[in-house]
Each structure stands twice: as C-alpha cells, then as structure tokens.
C-alpha cells in the first residue's frame, strides 16, 4: 500500500524530520493543507454563500412580467412612460394575454402587477378570460381593451407594466425602506399609514441594542466572577451559565410565559407576600420580551469576555495597585481597556444574533415588539412574497455589516476574532 | 409499467418483511397522503372521511397536517418532490395558488354535478370541503344579557371588558364595518374603495384598546372560559364544541363571516388517481353528511345539508335560517388586496 515517495521517509525516520524541508514537501503540504479545508470550503459555499447570494438575487429578481408577456415588456422598453402607449402595445397585450392563458406564469406575472397597485391582479385575470373571445378587434385593441376594462385606458395601469416588467427590480428593496417609485419614475416616501419597515427596523435595531446592554451590564460581573472565584464555585457558575445553552430555545422562551404570566409563578409569588395588589402585566410586552432575549442570549456575551479575562494575568493589577493606583483607576486604565477584545466579540455577537429573533418576540412579546423578521417570515411563509422577503433580508444584513464595519474600526476585526 | 412493476415488488417484498398475515393483503396497496389542518377539525375529519375511504377503498392513508402556508407547497412544487396527495386549502390560497400552477385542475364529472353544490364550493382547482364561520361568542354564566351582534360588540361601555378577535385583517376588517353599521351585502362594496379601508380602520381605532388578539383558534375559547375576554370572535366549531363539553356559550349568527375550505391536489401529486377518488368519496351526500355530528360545520353538498340532523343543523353556519344572516368572504377581494391590507393592518397594530 505505501507510495515510493513515503517508503523513504519513513526508513529515514527522525533524519528527514530535521532536515530543512524541500520546496516540493513544502508545495505539498500546503496542497495537503488545502485539500483538508477543501471540505469546510464546500461546506460555507453551500450553506452560506449560496444562499445569502440567492437571497440577494431575489430581492432585485423581475422576471415575471417579461417571461408571461414578452411582447409587452418589449413594447414597455420603447415606450416614453407619457400620455398613453401606441396601438401596438395593446395589440402586443392582447396576443401575449391570449399565449398565456392558463399558464401558471401568467398567475406570477398578475402576482407582481398587484404588488404595484391592489387591484391588478385580477385585472389581468379578467382581461386574459375576456380577450380570448376576440379573434379580430372591430376598431384596434386599444377600443377592445378599454372595453374589457377601463382601466386600460389610465396612464397609471401601462406605468406599473412599465415598473413591473424589466428583468431587475428596485421594487422591493424601496418598498422595505417604504419608498415608491411613482408613475413619473421618481421615489418618494409611502404614504404615513403605509410606512411600516422602517419603523419595524429602528425598533429591531432598538431591541437589539438594549438586550446586548443589559447582556453586557449582566456579563461582564458575572464573567468576572468566573476567573476570580474558587474552583468548585466557578465551576457550579459556569454549568448555570451554560445551562440555557443545552435547553431549547422554545421550551426557554415557553418557561418565561409560565412564570412571567398573569396567573404566572412569579406574580402569584409577589401578590401572596402582598407586594402588589393587583398581578402585573409582565409578559406580552417588552418587559417579557427583554428578560427572555437577556436571558437565552447571555452565554453569548459572557463566554467571549470570559476567554479573554483569563488571559489576563492577575499580576498587572497587582502592579497597578503597587504603583499606588486606587483599585477604581486601576480597573478603569488597566484591566477595562484589556477585556475590550472580549467585550466587543460579545456585544456584536449579541447584538446580531439579537435582530434576527422572530420566535421568542412572537410569543413573548405583543403587538408592538415584532421585529423585522416576522415580515420576514410572513412574507417568506404566507404570502410567497419571497422578494419582499429577501429585500428585508438583505437590509437587515446591510445594516448589520454596517455596524461590523464600524465596530473593526474601533476595535479591529482581528482583535475581536482573538487573532491578534 | 416499469414502474408499476417495481411498486409491485417493493409492496410484495414490504409485506413479505412485515409478517406473513400481510401477505393476504393485496399486493397493489394504493398510497395516498392527505394534509389536513390538524387538531379537532383533522379528528373529526379522520372518522367521516380518511378511515372509511382507506378501509372502503384498502387504500394505505397517511396523513400530515399543516398550518396553510403555501411556502411548503410551493417549494415542493418547484422541486418536483411532491410529497402530499389531497390538501385542505383555504379560499384565497386556492385561488392564487391555482392561478400559479400549485394545484392540478379538477375533473368535476368525476366529482358529480356542479348544482348540487353550494356555489362556493366550485372551483377550478379545488372543491369545497366545508364551511366554517367567524361568529361573536361570549359566555352565558359571565354575562347574562349579552350582546346581539358586532355592533353591540363595539360597546364597551354597556359591556365593559376586553373582547378577542383574530389577529388578521381578513374577517376583522369586514366585522369592523358591520360594527359601523355598514349593511351585510355592502360590505366589500365599501371596504373595495380607500375610503372604506380608513373607516374600517377607525372603526377598529375606537375598539382598540380593549381588544385582545387571538392566533389560534384555541384561544379564545380559553380566555371566555377564564374570563380575560367578556365577548370574542371565534370559530363556530369551536363554540359548539366547548358548549359540547359543558360550557354555555351564546353565539350571534348575525353578521357571521363565512369561509370555505377546499380539497385541492398540488400538481404532480404522485397518487393523483387516488387523490382524485378520494375528493369524490369526501363529496357524497351521505358522507359529507355524517360530518356536521363531528364538528359543527356546515359541509358543501346541498343533499348532505338537507340529510343533516335537524337538531345539529340549527347549530350550523350554514342552515337556511343563519346563512340568510351571513357575510360569505369574498376570496377574489382578498387575493387582490390581502397582502397590502395584511401589512397595513400589522402596522396599524403596532402602533
């Protein structure tokens, strides 16, 4: 079984091993190096890139219209957007309606037109049924069509074909930043009670932001605790720390209804002792969402300070406290600025693991506290709006990038990674 | 034939391991999966149509249930693994779904004539199942004269209290304009235009603060018998069954907002002859007619409802009397303008 090239590396045994190596053993090594990541490779390719890339294509993806009416979106290309379109694009309308009736792409194509305006949908229906009775139009397809349905003969109907119908959209990357696109082709804002994701954003990034606070604010003693504690102590610590990790997510969040609610353990608790008269409204609300976030994400803040804090010898605040620092200064100016790699990997793996919740605010939270991934999920789920659904997607991931860019800045990427 | 070749000697040599009885069995087996919506409604479905059409038929049923969500279908649709035969969809998911090319067209002839169906229950690729309804519900031993309709449901100040209601716009929106005194027949006349969807929303605005959102059709149940809610809409399934197990609620058949599921086959179903037999055998009167003694629903062939009970038939959405009083849900408005009303209505909750 053994190669020529291994026979004799292994009858020279430790004399090879200290000679310096060759270029070819060099070039294979790192082929063999290669070769063993080639699996992890493959592994981010498929379950990562792809589809956070195809996530990414969907939220521009606009082939529908163009793949059911050819002849229109062709038609849509030469047409200036003003007045009404020639002749020959109620005639293309009418032969590709009459080519793709009971084609499924006509159902997608009407799908993308309703999106421009509610109402669409089933104009499209209507006017395929309708036109297919009509071999020879008696005064030209504009008369035919405006017959079938007076809305053919509205500037605003031909515009959202026009919007709907090249191959890439921003329809959907707007529409999450509650922009439009109006009939003129320039972006303005929704109207006020359309406005949604915007909102819906600022409070995810809110939410987001308060849970990795109040992780921190948790952490940091209690990592602290961690490395200066007796060994046995530590230990008991540590597996209460953990704990939340080996349990899962629903029967966590599930377990803070039980006691958080109405008839819950702990109002029960707190009326029986007669420190409230009526049970609070604990659950339901932000309150229940924030304990339950704080409560599953807090590994995640705790594990990176801890890793770092014990790295950190003992002895530099013994120093500090010889050279005459109060223990205060000493904290702030020596040990602080140390644990800083720590407390960054924490905070951003919090904070991003933190915006994308949708099951614990969903049953936690009430009205007010969905996050952006319940449109998400809505829009992915129910109502198979998978463009919408990505474009969310894919802001989300925007600002989060944003937010990585920002905190490598200030700390440096390498550092949190513990790289450096 | 190659194939039917192969599922013969896979069924043989299936029956062969599992013990030598089965044997007796025919070799020919048919598979077929249906997909229901789970809980009390797939119980009552299992007894009147899955059991006796898999042992009249020796059909090997397996059942699966879902929550509605088309994401599924349509990603095994795409894929061409499909893996469920027959699929109880509601109104505007056929629909769409059906324009999309999700469903298989139905062979009605197969099914029977197209009359002696309630209207609703046609359609291009499905065929009606039953027919629920969104009443207003609330408990006789809490409130003893209790509201009349949803007009009165909006009165918080003869009826103090919290009331539930479900949290989608479809049906809120239409019991938001009944509250406001919007005539049964006008209702989507009204709610069709902007103006219409402002009043609905500032009808719902007034109510707000005293609502309580419900997702599953469990909850409101629970929270009339706990008493968290003083009135709720709910399924009317729901009510008879709790008033079943002892509970005395009232309900308003007045203003009741109607909806039909439908049998639907996904396209390229593997058994679809099956698929399509079972569909038959779940729309004969006297199967269909059993149903109602089960679940308090109303079923879809008009020879079914007439054989029905007359004492279980009363408690039904669709016996002559309640169903003069209903708003059947109009499913083509709501494949036009669900999604934006949907987002708008989460919106408007947020805030």
Known sequence: MATTTETPTDSMGRATALAPPSLSSRAKARMVSALLIMPLVLFLTLVFVLPLGGMLVHAVENGEVGEALPGVAAEMRGWTGEGLPPESAYAALARDLKAAYGDPRLGEASRRLNYERAGYRALLAKTARSIRAIDRPRAGWTAELTAIDPRWSETATWAALRRASPSLTPYYLLTALDLRMDDNGSIARAPAEERIYIDTLGRTLWIGFVTTLLCLVLGFPLAHALVSLPRGFASVLMVCVLLPFWTSLLVRTSAWIVVLQKEGVLNGLLTRLGIVDAPLELVFNRFGLYVAMVHILLPFMILPILSVMKGISPSYMRASASLGAHPAVGFLKVYLPMTLPGVGAGCLMTFIIGVGYYITPSLVGGARDQMTSYFIAYYANTTINWGLSSALGAILLACIMLLYATVGRLIGVGRIAGIQ | ?351
């Open chain 2, 1 to 351: 034939m190659m194939l039917h070749a192969t599922r013969i000697v896979g069924c043989a040599l299936a029956a062969g391991l599992l013990s030598v009885p089965a044997l007796a069995q025919s070799p020919q087996t048919e598979q077929l999966t249906v997909v229901g919506a789970g809980g009390v409604l797939q119980d009552a479905e299992r007894a009147v149509f899955f059991r006796p059409f898999a042992n009249a038929n020796k059909v090997q049923l397996t059942e699966d249930s879902y929550s509605g969500q088309m994401a599924k279908v349509r990603a095994m649709v795409d894929t061409g693994s499909v893996s469920w035969d027959v699929l109880q969809v509601e109104q505007n998911s056929l629909l769409s779904g059906c324009e999309e090319g999700l469903f298989e067209k139905i062979d009605w002839t197969g099914i029977g004539d197209r009359r002696d169906f309630i209207d609703e229950a046609y359609s291009e690729c499905g065929v009606g199942a039953f027919v629920w309804s969104m009443v207003m519900t609330y408990d006789r031993a809490r409130t003893a004269d209790g509201p009349k309709g949803w007009a009165d449901f909006w009165n918080v100040q003869r009826w103090p209290g919290k009331r539930g209601l479900r949290q989608t716009a479809k049906m809120t929106l239409e019991i938001a304009l009944l509250a406001d005194g919007v005539p049964r027949e006008e209702v989507y006349k009204v709610l069709a235009t902007p103006a219409g969807v402002e009043r609905a929303f500032a009808s719902l605005d007034r109510l707000k603060p005293d609502i309580l959102w419900w997702t599953s059709g469990a909850e409101p149940i629970e929270r009339l018998a706990s008493g968290d809610v003083v009135m709720s809409a709910a399924f009317n399934g729901r009510v008879a069954a709790a008033n079943q197990g002892g509970r005395s609620f009232a309900l308003a058949w007045d203003g009741q907002v109607l909806g039909v599921d439908y049998w639907a086959i996904p396209k390229g179903a593997k058994n679809r002859a099956t698929a399509e037999r079972f569909i038959a055998f779940a729309s004969r009167p006297e199967v269909q007619a059993r149903f109602p003694s089960h679940i308090a629903y109303g079923v879809t062939n008009r020879k079914a409802n007439l054989a029905v009970d007359p004492k279980l038939a009363a408690d039904l959405p669709t016996s002559p009397a309640n169903f003069t009083l209903a708003v059947p849900l109009d499913t083509a408005f709501w494949a036009d303008h669900g999604e934006a009303l949907e987002a708008r209505f989460a919106n408007w909750r947020s805030r």
